[in-house]
């Protein structure tokens, strides 16, 4: 059974927004830090957000900050990733982890991954 799945990528214009969701299979797979990592061709996987098990402690990478938003919502065993103001430099694939003690990993639980492509 797949730990995590995500969902809510699409093709969107420059400035839009976009909610992505990721739906844990059991609720052990987000009682640790959770976090968003994205992948866009020829480069380097990178964490953009993570949010601590107690959700009081947040994580941003740079190039997100103010414009993306973790959130997670214990009741249905998901996490959020609300995506403002989006930027062609955003396109990449984004991966839902979750069991990790620390922000930076290594994370236990993976998702397939969800596309956002923004055009200019």
């Known amino acids: 059974q797949v730990p995590l799945v995500e969902s809510g990528g699409g093709l969107v214009q420059a400035g839009d927004s976009l909610r992505l969701s990721c739906v844990a299979s059991?609720?052990?797979?987000?009682?640790?830090?959770v976090g968003w990592f994205r992948q866009a061709p020829g480069t380097e996987r990178e964490l953009v957000a993570a949010?601590?098990?107690?959700?009081?402690?947040?994580y941003y990478a740079d190039s997100v900050k103010g414009r993306f938003t973790i959130s997670r919502d214990n009741a249905k065993n998901a996490v959020y990733l609300q995506l403002n103001s989006l930027k062609p430099e955003d396109t990449a694939v984004y991966y839902c982890?979750?069991?990790?003690?620390?922000?930076?990993?290594?994370?236990?639980?993976w998702g397939q991954g969800t596309q956002v492509t923004v055009s200019s």
């Open positions: 982890a979750a069991g990790a003690t620390q922000f930076m990993g290594p994370y236990d639980y």
């Open positions: 059991r609720r052990s797979f987000t009682t640790n830090s």
């Open positions: 949010l601590s098990a107690s959700g009081r402690s947040t």
